[in-house]
């Protein structure tokens, strides 16, 4: 049961930043592949040009302080 709560926790968080920051993500890493955190660490790389509900999504979820 844990792993299938950690599961949809970790599904959750994806859909969340990717509502909340797909757009940044098109226009700052469009080259960027899909997958073990590379999007995030752009997007992270990329702070001050993210919209500031990205921003608030990336400190929702601790990826930001």
Known sequence: ARADFQANSSALIMN???TQCGND???LCPNIRLGEGRVLGCLIQNTQSLKSWCIQALKDV???R
């Open 25 to 27: 993500a098109k226009q």
């Open 16 to 18: 969340y930043i990717a």
């Open 62 to 64: 601790g990826a930001l």
